[in-house]
């Protein structure tokens, strides 16, 4: 999966209290981890915006239920991503892609991340809908050796060594006011679709987020010129800038997002309820 290509989708763009949320979430997880387990823990989100906006920045996260996370891994269960992208959808947003953190380590991205990346772009980018740019692909109709014939109203262009018995008529309005025509080149310039996920990395001490986009290429398949009725599918990764946007700035509620992560993290939901059992236990021995 190397960076080959430059991206069609230039760059992740995030308000700036987004991204002071998705810091807060890394940073509450990880002190409620040192609490309980004595070491931070990584947790995800996913970036979300308005379905109606059309622009492409995350303006907010959603944090989802039962996290199975530790203090070097997170793994985004496809089910995850649906039942994650119904519930935002329901309430009137669409996901851009997803948040980690990385817990007390650096922000990068881990083949692990990758992997959760392409998940997300498989659920979300499509030939239709929000998530997708409208790019080109062109390729040559004919051989780089052309002649031109002017037949009165009808003008053909074709391969000057008939190499593959292709030709293109143009038929005019009137007689053609010329006799002669220098072509150069003939191509064909057809629009294909480029879904896009982003993802954002950051860590429970606020240092600087990393940025990764994942793109899917929807590109008609040719046959020497001519489009087939097939597609074939590219996905490609690329570490790219980081834009914070001054939009839809809100303060960040940190006591909400606390309430969050003890609800949402399993190994603090499980710590929670051993504590109660324990406690249980005791009353009854009092009794």
């Known amino acids: 999966m190397a960076d080959e290509r430059k991206p ?23 002190e409620e981890s040192r ?13 979300t915006t308005p ?4 622009e492409r920045i995350a303006t907010s996260s959603f944090f989802p239920y039962n ?8 793994e985004i269960p496809e089910g995850s991503v649906i039942s994650a992208s119904e519930e935002i959808r329901k309430m009137g947003y669409r996901v851009l ?21 392409l998940s997300i772009l498989n659920r979300i980018s499509g030939t239709s809908g929000s998530n997708c740019i409208t790019s080109y692909l062109e390729s040559d109709l004919l051989p780089k050796k052309i002649v031109t014939e002017i037949f009165g109203n009808k003008i053909t262009i074709k391969d000057a060594e008939n190499q593959f018995g292709r030709s293109l008529d143009i038929g005019l309005s009137q007689e ?11 191509k064909i310039r057809i629009p294909y679709k480029v879904g896009f996920a982003y993802s954002v990395v950051v860590n429970a001490h606020g240092s600087d987020p990393f940025a990764k986009i994942g793109t899917r290429d929807w590109i008609p398949v040719f046959y020497e010129g001519y489009e ?20 839809d700035n809100r303060p960040v509620d940190k006591e909400k997002i606390r309430e969050d992560v ?12 051993g504590d109660g059992d324990k406690g249980d236990s005791n009353e009854q021995q009092l009794q």
């Open 97 to 117: 892609g997803f948040w980690h953190s990385h817990g007390d380590m650096n922000p990068f991205h881990s083949e692990t991340d990758n992997e959760n990346l």
């Open 8 to 30: 069609k989708v230039s760059g992740v763009y995030i308000a700036r209290s987004a991204l002071d949320e998705i810091n807060a979430y890394a940073e509450i997880a990880s």
């Open 35 to 47: 609490s309980c387990m004595g070491k931070s823990t990584e947790c995800y989100g996913y970036l």
């Open 51 to 54: 379905k109606a906006r059309r």
């Open 262 to 273: 003890l609800k949402k993290l399993k190994f603090l939901q499980e710590e929670q309820k």
């Open 228 to 247: 087939k009725h097939s597609m074939e599918i590219v996905d490609q990764l690329f570490r790219t800038e980081l834009h914070v946007v001054e939009a």
């Open 67 to 74: 996290q199975d996370v530790s203090s070097a891994h997170v």
């Open 176 to 186: 053609s006011p010329v006799k002669s025509l220098d072509v150069l080149y003939a």
